[in-house]
């Protein structure tokens, strides 16, 4: 977890600066660069007010959208699974949520009757088992990453108190 930064530094905007927390496997859950440009439409706010706003914003389209994905998978709407994990991977891709997004992208493509790397054609069925997995998967990426960044802005003095519907 994160530590509170001690009172009598100052508080830095980089993500970069910020103590790791510890990630499920080695693939980088935040691509720092792409998030530190998201900070610095903050300006000299010190509550991050934009960038957060933004945040907050992607945590709703994010739980709606895998509301959504549930559904599709039920209704076996591979079509629609497919335009939703393209959707969610625009927008994780924006501020900067890798995992996310690569676990995104692989929706996409099967949802589209390919394979994870977008190559090779699957059956209807693979690609329902495949994308079942592959939620689950995203999901527990979304709340590493939720968690993350609800940390990043407690310590910055903006808590984000909105809790996450979870699964």
Do not use: W
């Amino acid at each position: 977890m994160v530590s509170s930064p001690p009172s009598s530094q100052p508080v830095s905007h980089s993500l970069q600066d910020e103590e790791k927390v510890i990630v499920s496997s080695k693939e980088e859950l935040i691509d720092h660069e792409t998030f530190d440009q998201l900070l610095e439409m903050d300006d000299e706010d010190d509550k991050c007010s934009f960038s957060k706003g933004i945040v907050l914003e992607y945590f709703n389209q994010a739980e709606e959208t895998f509301g959504k994905m549930d559904k599709y998978l039920q209704e076996e709407n591979l079509g629609e699974l497919s335009k939703s994990g393209h959707f969610l991977k625009g927008s994780s891709a924006a501020i900067g949520l890798t995992k996310v997004k690569d676990t995104c992208e692989k929706i996409q493509y099967c949802g589209d009757l390919k394979d994870e790397n977008g190559e090779s054609k699957i059956t209807k069925d693979e690609a329902k088992d495949r994308i079942a997995s592959l939620l689950e998967n995203v999901k527990k990426e979304y709340q590493e990453a939720e968690e993350y960044l609800k940390i990043f802005y407690e310590n910055r003095g903006s808590a984000i108190s909105e809790p996450s519907s979870g699964d």
